[in-house]
Structure formats: structure tokens, C-alpha cells
């Protein structure tokens, strides 16, 4: 590791750091909030499910087929030009989205943000690093993940505030357009390091030094590391080795591509399950209806009464898809302290069950009451799969192959545009004489991700 000095005067930058923290609560409300407008979608364009959950899908095509140009052009330019540039194709998405009302101008609009938010994060994660005293380096990242994925969970009550103040839900674009713009002139100002540029401090031994971050950060920093060394062809030599020569690469690209198409493609049928299975605006029309489903519909009409909103139907579905993001961000907070304990194989195989059998019980009831905590379940068990499945890839091959790997399983993340367009097409296929589409049978498809990433853990190697 090369010893090199950095002006790390946090006073210098707390400017940045501020936009810095602003631009990851905006990339998690812009991304994830595609769960709670899908039924939205459905019904505002009469298009099927599949086609509903295609369109969401098209950020994650976005996200496969940039991230390594951005990282070109970000080795050419520089961190500060890459952010600005992406967070302005950013807002030209959103305003596309709030202003042009049709399912093919959403499309394109969602995929333009998928474009910009994936600069966004190719610029952001190394940034924190050259903004950061060493030492501190993965608490502002663990700090910037939970401020993330509180724009992640806040993103459905987005929905919920606008429709409950008599709006139509893409009003929620607008005030998207608006953090966008403020985003965008907040990385614009401040003072940026005079070494942005550089790519050689060893990001991930900073990360690996804090067990609050564990194999997450480390996951991040060998991102970063992709994308930020597209200069180094020797990479690119043993990726084609690693692809042509070592099959085990595939066991866990296939790993990384279903689990994260598996994440979003449940968190995208949340709101049409609780709407076509369970029937929940028949079930629930008012907050003594939401109240009367036990203590778990308590506490969701607690928290939509915090946050001022009406706790009907609307605005429980949309709070189970924000449960279930904040379930995730819980669950890696957990999941750090038990990976310290656990060899990943064993927490990958515990875990993953554990979110099939969440899954399973969100799925065989008819009482809504066990689905708004099953769902959220799910998101905390299935947390720490992504760094889980990605440092165990890292220890299976020598450590010259660590960007080459990398680059491949950052690649598989495109399966993020696969799995829920997947699930919502079996739902319709099987959907029969039914009025609405078998998600039950959808659903299936989600077992068959979560037991392919068992499978990986059993081939794990301690």
C-alpha cells in the first residue's frame, strides 16, 4: 500500500460533506421508490404487471450498461465533473417524469435517472474517502449508508403525503425535481480535495479497519476500485482469465445477479401483492380497520400518524415497502457484529433461510396483520447477502484477482432489471380465470433465487 498524504482538514470540507450526505438520502429516495408508483403505473396507463415492473426495471438496465463508462469517464475528467454532470441528468430525469405524463416518456425518464444516480454513486463512494480523515473513513461511510437508506425508507410516505393531500402521485416527481436541483448545486459550490484525481490509497485496507462496516465497506471500496483503475489493462487480462478459466466465478456472478434481482423484484411486488392477494383496500378503509389488525397495525398507524399521515390503506402498503428498506439497513447494522462471530458461508445459508421462511408466511395468510411484519422480515434477513456473497467470491481467489472479480460481480447487478418483471410475468401466466394475477406463483420465483444463494453458501469456503 503506498503511504500517501492527503489534506484531510475535515473543517475544509464539511461543505462537501454536507452535499455529499444530501446526494445519497436523494439517490435513495429516487431509486427506491419505484416499489410504491408500480400500482400506480398499473393503473394510471392500464398496462399489465409485467409491463409495470419492466419500466421500474430500466433504472437497473441503466445501472449495467453505465457503470463502467462512468468510471471511464471519470478516470479522464474528474470526481467533482462526474457528479455534477450525472446529478444533472439526474433532474433532466426526474422533470422528464413529473412533466410528461405516458408510459413510454416514464420509461425513458426512468431510465435517465438510472443513468445519473448511477454516476452519482460511481463518484460518491471514493469521494468519501478522499474527504475523510483515514481513521474515520468507514464511519462516514456507514454514517452516509444510513442516510441512504433513510431517503430509501422515507420514499413510499412520499407517495402516501402527496395522494392524502388530494395530489396525483406524480406530484411526487416534483418535489424529486426539487431535491435534485438543490442536490445538484450543493455538489457544484464546495471545495473539492486538490488530489481528487487520485486512485492509489488503499481504500479497502481503510474500510477493512473498522468492524462496524465489516465486509460491506470492503464490498463498496473493491466497487470504487473498478471503477476508478480503467487504466490498469492488467485487470482486464484476468477478467478474461477469471470468465474463460475459474467456472467458480460464475457460482457467485449468478449469486450477486439473482440476490439483488431478488431485493428489488419483491420489494416491487409488495404493494400489488397487498393490493390483488389481500385485498387490502376492502380490508382496511380506516385507521380503526388498520388498528384492529393487532399490534402490528398499532404500530403502523403510530408511525403514519408521526409522520401526519391518514393510517388507511393507501398509506400501510406504502409503509410495509419502507419497512422492508429500513428492515435492510437494520439488518446490516446487525448482520456486521454477527459476521465478526459467523463464517460467512454458515450466515449466508442461516440468513437466507430465514428470509425464505418470512417469505413463506408473508405468502400462505390471509390475514394482513403477518404480512406487514413478514415482508419487512425479509428485508432484514436477506441484508447482509450482497457483501456476504461478495467477500466470500474475494477469498475464494488470489488477491491479484480482486478488481478483475469486481468488475464482474458489479456487472451482475443488472439482474436488478430481471427478477421482478420475471416474477410479475409467471404471476400473469398463472393468473388463469382469476381477476388478478397469482402472486403466490410469482412469488415462487423468489424461492428459487433464495435457494440458488444457499447453494451458494454451501460452496463457500469458510
Same mark, same amino acid.
Given at each position: ?241 477469471? =470468465?474463460? /478459466?475459474? &467456472?467458480?466465478? %460464475?457460482?457467485?456472478?449468478?449469486? #450477486?445477479? $439473482? ?79 454477527? =459476521?465478526? /462471530?459467523? &463464517?460467512?458461508? %454458515?450466515?449466508?445459508?442461516?440468513? #437466507?433461510? $430465514? ?108
Amino acid at each position: 500500500m503506498k503511504d500517501k498524504t492527503v489534506n484531510k482538514n475535515t473543517n475544509d470540507f464539511l461543505p462537501l460533506l454536507a452535499a455529499v450526505a444530501f446526494a445519497y438520502f436523494a439517490f435513495g429516495a429516487i431509486t427506491n421508490v419505484a416499489g410504491a408508483i408500480i400500482p400506480k403505473i398499473r393503473e394510471t396507463y392500464n398496462v399489465s404487471s409485467s409491463l409495470s415492473a419492466a419500466l421500474a426495471a430500466t433504472f437497473f438496465i441503466a445501472y449495467g450498461l453505465t457503470s463502467i463508462p462512468w468510471g471511464v469517464f471519470m478516470e479522464k475528467n474528474s470526481k467533482k465533473t462526474t457528479l455534477v454532470i450525472s446529478s444533472v441528468i439526474t433532474t433532466l430525469g426526474v422533470i422528464l417524469f413529473a412533466s410528461v405524463p405516458g408510459f413510454l416518456p416514464n420509461m425513458i425518464s426512468m431510465f435517465l435517472c438510472g443513468v445519473g444516480i448511477t454516476g452519482i454513486q460511481v463518484a460518491l463512494n471514493p469521494l468519501v474517502a478522499e474527504i475523510s480523515d483515514p481513521s474515520k473513513y468507514s464511519r462516514n461511510l456507514t454514517m452516509f449508508m444510513v442516510i441512504n437508506g433513510a431517503g430509501s425508507s422515507l420514499a413510499g410516505i412520499f407517495v402516501t403525503a402527496i395522494e392524502n393531500n388530494g395530489f396525483h402521485w406524480t406530484m411526487t416527481y416534483w418535489i424529486f425535481t426539487a431535491i435534485a436541483i438543490v442536490m445538484t448545486l450543493a455538489v457544484s459550490f464546495p471545495k473539492y480535495p486538490k488530489n481528487e484525481g487520485a486512485n492509489d490509497i488503499d481504500e479497502e485496507s481503510r474500510a477493512s479497519g473498522s468492524s462496524e462496516m465489516s465486509a460491506s465497506a470492503i464490498a463498496k471500496a473493491r466497487s470504487d476500485e473498478l471503477h476508478t483503475r480503467c487504466k490498469a489493462t492488467n485487470s482486464e487480462n484476468l477478467t478474461i482469465e477469471l =470468465l474463460t /478459466k475459474n &467456472p467458480l466465478i %460464475y457460482l457467485y456472478a449468478v449469486g #450477486i445477479f $439473482l440476490y439483488v434481482g431478488v431485493e428489488v423484484g419483491v420489494a416491487n411486488t409488495i404493494a400489488l401483492y397487498f393490493e390483488d392477494k389481500l385485498q387490502i383496500f376492502s380490508v382496511i378503509q380506516s385507521a380503526q380497520d388498520l388498528i384492529g389488525s393487532g399490534s402490528i397495525g398499532q404500530a403502523y398507524a403510530v408511525v403514519l400518524n408521526f409522520f401526519g399521515q391518514e393510517a388507511n390503506a393507501e398509506g400501510a402498503k406504502n409503509l410495509v415497502i419502507s419497512f422492508y428498506w429500513l428492515g435492510l439497513l437494520f439488518g446490516r447494522f446487525v448482520g456486521a457484529a454477527i =459476521l465478526d /462471530k459467523v &463464517p460467512g458461508k %454458515y450466515a449466508i445459508m442461516g440468513y #437466507i433461510t $430465514l428470509a425464505a421462511t418470512s417469505l413463506f408466511f408473508a405468502t400462505n395468510t390471509e390475514d394482513i396483520s403477518i404480512a406487514l411484519w413478514a415482508f419487512p422480515a425479509i428485508g432484514f434477513f436477506i441484508s447482509i447477502m450482497f457483501p456476504t456473497i461478495y467477500s466470500t467470491c474475494t477469498n475464494a481467489f488470489p488477491k491479484e484477482y480482486s478488481s478483475a472479480i469486481s468488475g464482474i460481480l458489479c456487472t451482475a447487478i443488472i439482474g436488478g432489471a430481471v427478477i421482478g418483471p420475471v416474477i410479475a410475468f409467471v404471476a400473469e401466466l398463472t393468473q388463469g380465470a382469476e381477476a388478478v394475477p397469482n402472486w403466490d406463483a410469482g412469488l415462487l420465483v423468489a424461492y428459487a433465487c433464495y435457494a440458488y444463494i444457499f447453494v451458494v453458501g454451501l460452496f463457500s469456503r469458510k
